[in-house]
């Protein structure tokens, strides 16, 4: 090799060692950064990274999936009908879809047919949409086709005829509907009938089970209008997204009896102002053991607390599935910041002219499809939403604790203490992997 050769091979080297060395490196810091891993679970076998607290990063050991027994053909009812039944449904969205299921399940048991649902009419929802302003009515009727008949429209016989107005919302415990109301079915051969609130479902024979679980999971979907504008609002959420059913309104927090301090003027008048005459807040021993069975709801900044207790990172994307006149949410907000909210996505004129079924059923759709779901509730909305999650396989979903959060404040931790307290709390619920999907004939465990 000549000298000049040899010159040129050390020089190349010179400056090729190097680079090799930086390359890594310029890759590392010119590559986009990518995002966190808010949602993502280990892979099947794969353990946690080590000392994460991230909740759905921890591996549960069972889950609840959907049963087969009620998704395989059921038992067909009789052809010869008891008569019809239409099934009254009252209150805000999630409690009529409520009604509904149970009231389906109603209908099999007595061998009724079934007409539309009637939404009563709920000034105090703001409401006055009924079943096909929501849900798709053609869908409902094919898909619980087998487990119970439903129909549009009334034999001519009876259909000028009002029906008989059976209320079974406040029997409670061993109240048996066979007893109670097929007579009356079968004597005036259209009936309505609000459901019972706390009736033993456990005790209804299969075709009934069946009939529940297929209408209420597998009958109720959007009707295209509101379907398209749920699909809207989803897709105009960043993702991934945590989908947060925040509940502290004036209403709400009077219905609790609870006293809190620390809350501002503005706040402590709307609560005055909805408590009324009859409900009047708890004050001593009655208090902190109403308190203590976890019955007052999460503040905004309590419900920011435990969601960085769970290592939830302040930079989530995070929906706000709520209704109007939130209190105190500043003490959410200035923890985490991404938020969305139906009024801050969707046209101004549309949010103005929706219903509150309307809104309602949007914040349902969202929820449902959220990468991750909390409630700092069990209400209505929240049976509805974690056990259509769990229906599907979405098993990021956690009801938080208020009862823990009231335990372990009242023996004095704070801070770091009952950071970690909370976290020990989730965890469990977490990795048992039941979840609040309910009823819970409907869901099976599998282990993992």
């Known amino acids: ?55 759905w990063a921890q591996r549960r050991l069972v889950e609840w999936r ?52 009637k939404f009563e009419v709920a000034a105090y929802w703001n409401e006055s949409s009924g079943f096909a302003d929501v849900f798709d009515v053609d869908y409902f009727i094919e898909q619980t086709r087998g487990y119970v008949e439903v129909v549009k429209d009334l034999p001519a016989a009876i259909a000028s005829k009002e029906p008989f107005k059976v209320d079974c919302s406040k029997r409670k415990g061993h109240f048996d509907y066979v007893e109670s109301v097929l007579p009356a079915l079968l004597e005036h051969q259209y009936i309505s009938l609000t459901p019972a609130m706390n009736q033993r479902r456990d ?8 009939s529940y679980c297929q209408g209420c999971y597998s009958a109720l979907r959007l009707n295209k209008k509101v379907h398209s504008k749920a699909v809207e609002l989803l897709q105009a959420i960043p993702k991934p997204f945590l989908s947060l059913h925040l509940r502290f309104e004036p209403d709400m927090v009077a219905y609790s009896r609870c006293a809190y301090t620390g809350l501002s003027s503005k706040s402590m008048d709307s609560i005055e102002s909805a408590r009324g005459e009859g409900r009047k807040v708890l004050t001593g021993d009655a208090a902190h ?21 769970l290592d939830v990172p302040t930079n989530t994307n995070i929906y706000l599935a709520a209704g109007d006149g939130l209190m105190e949410l500043e003490g959410f907000t200035s923890v985490y910041k991404n938020i969305y909210t139906k009024s801050s996505l969707l046209a101004h004129e549309d949010f103005e002219n929706m219903h509150g079924n309307t809104k309602a059923a949007l914040d349902y759709y969202v929820s449902v499809k959220s990468d991750a779901y909390i409630a700092t509730f069990f209400g209505n909305m929240d049976k ?48 048992r992997g039941r979840g609040s999907a309910l009823p819970e004939y409907c869901f099976c465990e599998f282990k993992l």
């Open 66 to 117: 959907p049963c087969g027994w009620w998704r395989t053909a059921p038992v067909q009812a009789p052809s010869r009908t008891n008569g019809y039944i239409r099934i009254d449904c009252y209150g805000g969205l999630n409690q009529l879809r409520r009604d509904l299921c149970d009231g389906i399940g109603v209908a099999r048991l007595l061998n009724a047919t079934m007409v539309l649902p």
């Open 384 to 431: 509805m939403v974690t056990a259509m999650r769990t229906m599907q396989g979405l098993q990021k979903t956690l009801v938080l604790s208020r009862r823990a959060f009231a335990n372990y404040t009242a023996t004095g931790l704070a801070g770091e203490q009952l950071a970690k307290a909370m976290w020990d709390a989730h965890r469990e619920e977490y990795i």
């Open 289 to 309: 053991l109403w308190r203590n069975r976890g019955k007052c709801p999460l503040t905004p900044s309590e419900t920011a607390f435990i969601l960085q207790a």
């Open 203 to 210: 005790r209804n024979p299969s075709y009934a089970k069946a």
């Open 1 to 55: 090799m000549s000298p000049a050769a040899a010159w040129c091979a050390q020089h190349r080297l010179r400056f090729l060692l190097p680079s090799l060395f930086l390359a890594p490196v310029l890759f590392f810091l010119l590559s986009p950064p990518s995002s966190p891993p808010v949602f993502s679970l280990p892979a099947p076998g794969e353990l946690p990274p080590s000392g994460s607290r991230l909740i």
